[in-house]
Structures are given as structure tokens and as C-alpha cells.
């Protein structure tokens, strides 16, 4: 098993470009949760996904989009990229009857919005 | 968050020392988790505690939860360079599946 893998590790946006983060588990977890890590802010939780189809805010959603068509991949995506968005993302999944459950961290994708 | 706070935001210890990490709530939680990250890398699973007033305990690393469950705490005995990295806890407040995360202590272990 692969766990939590994110695409790409490392990107370099200008300012008003788009894209897209890639995340995908092979555990067959029901849950899906996207972060940013800043520092000295800890892992602020993006948005989050509870199953195949479904979405919903977190923290700090504002600026970003997401999408869970598959089961196995979570989509983020940056429509108007901005320097404040300039972080490390992870991607995370847990199981079903996610409280209490234990999340698998993907290793991190580092954007840099110039 | 500023639902959860955690002390020290940094700590240097001297290897073969104890050290302890305090994440404290401003609510009532569900759930709390410990979670280990290594410079540059994923966050790791440590620990996660339930009740009031339970322990666990993983190679010499161990996690209390206080009665209330308002505060937690990390304790690391005889340090080694390989418990360097940045440990995070995490609380499950309203079970609506997510996880709210404090800031972290950064932890560094002097040879």
C-alpha cells in the first residue's frame, strides 16, 4: 500500500495562476481532509470530505476549492493563486467513523506564490 | 487554533533528559491526539486518548489526559536525537469528523 499520496511535492505559482493538488489514499478511507501549515500557525484545517461526493469547510477555505468525485482522490484547487497562499499542504485520510480514528498524512506538497 | 494551546512553542534539551510537551483546551474535548512531525516531512500518529484521567504510553513517550479533559500532556523520558521534530496535538471538540490542531512545539535534542 502506497498510503496518502500528494502530487505534485513542489510547485512554484505567479500571482493570478491556477491549479490543482492532487490527493490520493488506497485504504479505502471514507474521510479526506485537506491542510495548510504556515509557520508558527500550526495545520489549519482547508476543507474536508466525509465520503464519495460530498465537501465541507474548514478553517480556512476561503480561496480554494475542492472536489471529491472518486472515492480515493481529493482534489484542491487554487482558482486565483495569491502570496498569502504561499505554504506546505497535506492531505489526510481516515477511516470510517472517523472520531477517534487516526489520520495518514501524505508527505506534503510546497506551493510558493510569487 | 486558539481553541488548543500548546507549551513550549520551542524546547532544547540535552539528550538523555526528560522533557514535557502541554497542550491545553479552552472546552471540553472528545478526543485528543498526539502527532510527531519530522522537519520537512508528513505527520506521523503517536497517540490518541479518550477518558478522563487516561494514560498511554509508546516506547518512552508518554500522554496523559487530565480529568476534565481540558489538558493533555507529553511526556518524553531519556531523550534521543530521533524524538527531534515538531509535535503537534489535535482535539475532536463537537464529533463532526474533523480534527482541530494547535500550533506545535518544536522539539530539538542537543548530542
Known amino acids: 500500500n502506497a498510503g496518502v499520496t500528494q502530487t505534485p511535492k513542489f510547485r512554484v505559482l505567479k500571482t493570478g495562476q491556477s491549479m490543482t493538488l492532487l490527493c490520493a489514499q488506497d485504504m479505502n478511507h471514507e474521510y479526506m481532509y485537506w491542510y495548510r501549515q504556515d509557520p508558527g500557525m500550526g495545520l489549519r484545517l482547508i476543507h474536508y470530505s466525509v465520503g464519495e461526493g460530498t465537501t465541507?469547510?474548514?478553517?480556512?477555505?476561503?480561496?480554494?476549492?475542492?472536489?471529491?468525485?472518486?472515492?480515493?482522490?481529493?482534489?484542491?484547487?487554487?482558482?486565483?493563486?495569491?502570496?498569502?497562499?504561499?505554504?506546505?499542504?497535506?492531505?489526510?485520510?481516515?477511516?470510517?467513523?472517523?472520531?477517534?480514528?487516526?489520520?495518514?498524512?501524505?508527505?506534503?506538497?510546497?506551493?510558493t506564490v510569487t | 487554533s486558539q481553541e488548543l494551546e500548546q507549551s513550549p512553542q520551542s524546547l532544547i534539551v540535552q539528550e538523555g533528559k526528560n522533557l514535557t510537551i502541554n497542550c491545553t483546551s479552552s472546552k471540553t474535548l472528545y478526543g485528543l491526539y498526539w502527532y510527531k512531525q519530522k522537519y520537512g516531512e508528513g505527520l506521523i500518529f503517536l497517540m490518541m486518548l479518550q477518558k478522563g484521567g487516561e494514560e498511554k504510553s509508546h516506547e518512552k513517550i508518554t500522554a496523559k489526559l487530565d480529568e476534565k479533559k481540558q489538558q493533555s500532556s507529553l511526556h518524553i523520558t531519556a531523550s534521543q536525537p530521533s524524538h527531534a521534530g515538531i509535535y503537534l496535538c489535535g482535539a475532536d471538540f463537537l464529533r463532526d469528523d474533523k480534527i482541530i490542531f494547535g500550533k506545535g512545539t518544536r522539539l530539538h535534542i542537543l548530542p
Open chain 1, 56 to 111: 465541507a469547510k474548514g478553517e480556512v477555505p476561503d480561496g480554494y476549492n475542492v472536489s471529491r468525485l472518486k472515492k480515493q482522490n481529493f482534489l484542491l484547487g487554487l482558482e486565483s493563486a495569491a502570496p498569502s497562499q504561499t505554504s506546505v499542504y497535506f492531505c489526510a485520510s481516515t477511516g470510517t467513523g472517523a472520531i477517534f480514528y487516526e489520520q495518514y498524512f501524505g508527505p506534503g506538497t510546497r506551493l
